[in-house]
């Protein structure tokens, strides 16, 4: 059936509103439910849920055949036509829209299960196949194999990668951006912060306005969310990879932080920031920096003790940096940050707005109330301790790569902000890794592992399923970062960044807003 063609009477889509108006062909008239004129016999129609289409007053209801008193068989084509014309928002741009593509024989990740279904897509956004009933038929029909479909994973810490590094190549930070956004995009990685470690105040001047939302595509790669600025307030004891001359107080509360970073470049590049919240000035500066900047706070490079911890998570910190790595070790009797995960077992039962300002990292109803990315490459964290934070708290827990500009690259010299790495084996370490650490030392600086390693060896390490593990780096992300409407899910009206994987999570394609990502087409202008 053609975009323009009218379907054949049989099968009508017939609007109706809940106080019992309905539309007939060219006007309004009174009259039942039409439920209850040509009622369904209690039988929902294939594919068409009771539910909202446009507003909490407007419903379609497919109809086997012609309601009588609303429009006779023997209609006009013209009557038709002007029937089907008054339809919701949704509906009108779906069927006024450019190509729709439809993905079959696959098994689709959706509501933390994994189903056979179908995912239709039209101008890089998810649609409700429902919507076309009868009305259009897709212009693109991609065959799954059986494969996984999935939301695009979402890495929220990612230092740089490709031979690149945010925070040492100040003079070609666009130039950075664009090779590590294309490259991860590959990997199966569609959205990500860009994160700095802590630099002088001139860095960030120089680099931020750079690093803010940019859209994924095929020119662009994959979407930067906005920053991470991992520092410079934090603790000097667990200052990890970060340079000790860089590090700050805030004395001056959020003074100091304008002094830093500029707060108009917070508000308009960054979206999150890690501090240690029992550093002078920080714990009084985390729901002003929440309000005036609207940005996410999470607790890092600390030794913030579960009292103060604690207080900073009330007070808006609801996200904790790379869980046990560059904290408190955990004690029974004082859990430090580390205790956080176990907060009314991770899960808010309800929210309510600060008193100073709603953090933008707060979860809705049912979601984690303290969320906590994991480096999960097998070497900053044991997989016994990984398991133990799962169980604690699945509904929190967030895969992120924490990598470093060697991630895709042989071993080597590398950068990391002003600090000099080496990549290579480390026999010094536990079963010999090839890992990333500052010069001559042996502390870990960041890591090299890809994130969709991190997925494979998290159902490993606990022996989750399948959907949890990608849900701990695409969802999870997302929810935390306040985009779960559109990003980290397959639900209608989200972004079309899809990636197929087979059962053993290898990624055998990547579609960014709808388009096809290989070699040889990312970095070259989208066609929409």
Known sequence: MSKTSIPPIKELLVETTLDKRCVSAGSETTAQDPREIYPLQGQKTPGFPDKDCASPTRRFFSLPGPPSGLISPSASPTKVARMLSIRCPEQQTILSGGPITQIHN?????????????????????????????????????????????????DVQLNGAFGYDFSFNCNNVEECLDAVSRGILLQG???????????????????LPHLGKRPGSLKNGAESLGAHVEGPFMNPKKKGAHELACLRTAPNGLADFDNCFGLDNLRKYVTYMTVAPEMEGVLDAI????????????????????KISREAHSRGANMITHLFNAMTDFHHRDPGIVGLIGTENGVIKEQKASTIGQPILASNTGQASVFYGIICDGIHVHPNAIKIAYKSNPAGIILVTDAMGAMGLPDGHYRLGNMSVDVGSKSELEGNPRAAVIKDTTTLAGSIVTLIECVRNFRKFTQCSI?????AASLHPAQMLGIQRTKGTLDFG????????????????????????????????SSQ
């Open 287 to 306: 729901p002003e920096l929440i309000k005036e900047c609207e940005i996410g706070i999470s607790q890092g490079h600390s030794v913030a003790t579960s």
């Open 189 to 207: 990685c569609t959205a990500f912060c860009p994160t700095t470690v802590s630099s002088m105040s001139e860095t960030y001047h120089k680099v």
């Open 106 to 154: 696959c098994r689709v990740l959706r509501n933390h299960t994994i189903e056979n279904d179908d995912v239709w897509f039209q101008d890089g956004r998810i649609i409700n196949p429902t919507s076309l009933y009868g009305l259009r038929n897709p212009d693109v029909r991609i065959n799954g194999k059986g494969m996984i479909v999935a939301p695009g994973l979402i």
């Open 467 to 471: 959907a949890e593990a990608l849900e």
């Open 494 to 525: 989200a972004d079309a960044d899809i990636i197929f994987l087979t059962d053993d999570l290898h990624v055998k394609k990547i579609l960014v807003r709808g388009e096809l990502a290989t070699s040889e087409t990312v970095g070259v202008a």
